[in-house]
């Protein structure tokens, strides 16, 4: 993968930051894929822009409605890097959404 593009998703983050989120990955590879289903059904029916924390309260809500857990933890600040993480790995995806530098 292209590693400036890296940079220009994931550059604002610090290594400590990039760290903890890529552990959260790795340990919960569904949220991704509940990420992405969601994106693509927006993508899919071409209305546009979306922001990162629509869909992950929209994923929140399917994961807390579905689950047995009392509780399961999406953080809020998570959201923007898994939009990031989408695009760095979908490029169809860039323009879906607007990203703070």
């Known amino acids: 993968m292209d590693n400036q ?3 220009s998703l ?6 400590d930051k990039l760290y903890e989120f890529w552990q959260y990955h790795k340990e919960r590879p569904e ?3 509940g ?6 059904k ?3 029916r071409g209305v546009g822009t979306i ?7 929209v ?3 399917e994961i807390v409605t579905s689950s047995d857990e009392e509780t399961y933890k999406l953080p809020n600040q998570y959201a923007p890097l898994y939009a990031r993480l989408l695009v760095w790995r979908m490029p169809e995806f860039e323009g879906m959404f607007e990203f703070r530098k």
């Open 5 to 7: 593009r890296f940079r």
């Open 10 to 15: 994931f550059g604002a983050y610090s290594k």
């Open 31 to 33: 949220i991704y894929g």
């Open 35 to 40: 990420f992405l289903r969601l994106a693509e």
């Open 42 to 44: 927006w993508r899919d």
């Open 51 to 57: 922001s990162a924390n629509a869909i992950w309260h």
């Open 59 to 61: 994923l929140r809500y």
